[in-house]
């Protein structure tokens, strides 16, 4: 279990720190597409994408966390940590359908991609699972030594 609570905070590290650069640079990226669209003659307004980029960033901040309170209450070999991985991996397709029922969805980065969410909530489904057995093992009665 150690391994795996390893590769989860490195990786919700790797997110945290990709998404505060992507935040950071969300201007200058609106610019530079708005730049190309134009080329191709189309409009786009860069300060508006940079927003939506931003609020898409700043979502992935939020579920980096959540995977890496995870990671760590995996680590104290707790089987709440995969009760919080579940709830983690569950909260991407969760908002993105919020956003794209909302009517926020904009921009072909903020959809609900159909195969992104089967595997999402298969993860998610699978870490119930572990969280459930590991609370049934806890609980069940040592076998007698003889």
Same mark, same amino acid.
């Given at each position: 279990? *150690? ?5 989860? @905070?490195?990786?919700?590290t790797? /997110?945290?720190?990709?998404?505060? *650069? ?5 201007e ?6 708005? +730049?190309?669209a134009?080329a191709?003659g189309?409009?786009? &307004?860069?300060?508006?994408?940079a927003?939506? =980029?931003?609020?898409?960033?700043? &979502? &992935? #901040?939020? #579920?980096?966390?959540? @995977?890496?309170?995870?990671?760590? $209450?995996? =680590?104290?070999?707790?089987? /709440?940590?995969?009760?919080? /991985?579940?709830?983690? @991996?569950?909260? &991407?397709?969760?908002?993105? @359908?919020? *956003?794209?029922?909302?009517? *926020? ?5 903020e ?5 992104? +969410?089967? $595997?999402y $909530? #298969?993860?998610?489904?699978? +870490?119930?699972?572990?969280f ?8 069940l ?6």
């Amino acid at each position: 279990m *150690r391994i795996f609570a390893a590769l989860l @905070l490195i990786t919700s590290t790797a /997110l945290f720190t990709w998404s505060l *650069r992507e935040v950071a640079l969300a201007e200058s990226r609106g610019a530079f597409v708005a +730049a190309v669209a134009s080329a191709h003659g189309e409009n786009l &307004q860069p300060h508006d994408w940079a927003a939506h =980029w931003r609020t898409a960033f700043l &979502q &992935q #901040i939020v #579920i980096s966390l959540f @995977l890496g309170v995870s990671g760590f $209450i995996i =680590w104290e070999r707790r089987a /709440l940590g995969f009760l919080a /991985l579940a709830v983690s @991996l569950v909260l &991407q397709p969760a908002a993105d @359908l919020i *956003r794209l029922l909302s009517g *926020r969805a904009k921009y072909a980065f903020e959809t609900l991609e159909p195969i992104n +969410a089967g $595997i999402y $909530i #298969i993860c998610s489904a699978s +870490a119930l699972v572990l969280f459930a057995r590991l609370r049934r093992a806890a609980r069940l009665p040592e076998p007698p030594h003889g």
